[in-house]
């Protein structure tokens, strides 16, 4: 393994350390308006995904369509280490501002497609044709975006504070899923069931293009990150990133591939497949779990700056380790109460498993900027991750389903989150401690 593994480097504080707040500022809220973007079409996927089930694989059995609805929801994320490939090596090669605007963009017109798309009884066999289509497009886009976002904010925030400032990135995650979850519970709300098949299932899909245009104006003005420049400066940008990722990065790739897996299953079905198995399997109101889901969305939002600061004074690992220990521990506990059918029990245990999110999202992300040199960071990350993401997030809901399906215990889920924190828990042992490292 080559010495280049190593992402940071002491460097005097007059390089990382001297970079205007204000820069650190306006690169944080564009990452999260732009990140927002992906959490909140994936978000309203996974919301709607029992409604348009039926709508796009009509069956006799809801599981069975469900599950097939489920199985377009994970294609998209198949696509993620392609896009994160190709734009990511724009990213390494161009700079970071031109690709990350591309991606928001495009994650927006794929999201609101979804929304004006044809259903089986009237388009047969190209409905679920199409939906794919559209869904790969999104994941293609959305395979640079957080990464890519992630590596931006890493590289415009000062030294000693990359924990606090990347914190915008999963504070976009947890934003889009609160605007998923209060423009479905809005919808659900105010229409009737006959209304919401027919049309108003389409209308939390268009809502993305509002979102979109905010988020590119936001996009628009800033500037290209001050380490991506001194590295362009001093050497000749990479001809092939992904190569060299695998020639000298090798460690750091596996070691961000099994944190952010259990990052990713800690998201996906710690949070968002809560959702299907409140409404689905515990039979609960849809209109008040998506109401319940956003309120616990922004709550857990504006816990993550404190995490990431405080991952800025004690160290990365010593955060993300407690972060996976409270998934391992709380995930079961929680699940069984929500199993009571007591309603204030269960949304008190739906905000307890959520706690650990935003430890983990606000830290992991700094943490996998620092594992790779400024020169591969974009491509780097995104290969990584998105391998972490396609069984953390595009598998696992369709594999809770599933279990649920074939051995009938309501706990099946509990079961994958807690195994994927075990995971990303034993993989941080190795990991150095790079929170007041220089990035190199």
Request: net charge positive; with cysteine; charged share 10%.
């Amino acid at each position: 393994m080559s010495n280049a593994s190593s992402a940071t480097i002491e460097a005097p504080a007059s390089s990382a350390g001297t970079m205007p707040t204000a820069m650190a500022r306006k690169a944080a809220v564009a990452a999260a308006a732009g990140t927002a973007i992906e959490y909140y079409e994936f978000g309203v996927y996974g919301y709607m995904a029992a409604i348009i089930g039926p709508l796009f694989f009509p069956a006799d059995e809801p599981t069975a369509a469900l599950l097939s609805v489920l199985a377009i929801f994970g294609s998209a994320f198949l696509m993620r280490p392609i896009g994160g490939i190709v734009l990511g090596r724009l990213g390494d090669r161009v700079g970071r501002r031109s690709v990350l605007l591309t991606t928001v963009i495009g994650m927006g017109i794929a999201t609101a497609a979804v929304g004006v798309l044809p259903i089986a009884s009237v388009a047969g066999i190209f409905a679920p044709l199409a939906l794919l289509i559209v869904r790969l497009a999104q994941g293609f886009f959305s395979g640079a975006e957080v990464t890519g976002s992630a590596a931006y904010v890493a590289e415009s925030a000062p030294r000693g504070r990359r924990g606090f400032y990347g914190a915008a990135t999963p504070v976009g995650v947890a934003i889009g899923g609160a605007l998923a979850a209060a423009v479905c519970g809005l919808t659900t709300g105010f229409m009737s069931s006959a209304q919401l098949h027919d049309w108003g299932w389409r209308i939390p899909f268009l809502m993305a293009l509002p979102l979109v245009l905010f988020s590119a104006l936001m996009r628009r003005r800033i500037e290209e990150s001050a380490v991506f420049k001194r590295a362009a400066e001093s050497s000749e940008p990479p001809k092939a990133p992904l190569a060299e990722v695998f020639k000298h990065h090798r460690l750091p790739m596996l070691r961000v591939f099994l944190i952010s897996l259990g990052q990713n299953v800690g998201y996906w079905v710690g949070f968002v497949f809560m959702s299907i198995y409140l409404i689905t399997y515990l039979k609960y109101d849809k209109t008040s779990v998506y109401w319940a889901m956003s309120l616990v969305s922004i709550t857990m939002a504006m816990l993550m700056p404190m995490w990431g600061g405080l991952s800025d004074r004690i160290g990365r690992k010593k955060v993300l380790y407690i972060g996976f220990a409270a998934y391992a521990v709380l995930v079961i506990p929680m699940m069984m109460l929500m199993n009571l059918h007591n309603t204030a029990l269960t949304f008190l245990a739906l905000f307890v498993v959520a706690l650990p999110m935003p430890i983990v999202q606000s830290v992991g992300y700094p943490t996998y900027a620092e594992q790779f040199p400024t020169r591969v960071r974009y491509t780097g990350m995104a290969f990584s991750f998105n391998f972490g993401t396609i069984l953390g997030g595009g598998v696992t809901p369709y594999i809770a389903t599933a279990l649920i399906g074939q051995t009938g215990n309501l706990l099946s889920p509990a079961f994958l989150l807690v195994g994927a924190a075990v995971i990303g828990f034993l993989t941080l042992i190795g990991v150095r401690e790079t929170a007041d490292e220089a990035l190199a």
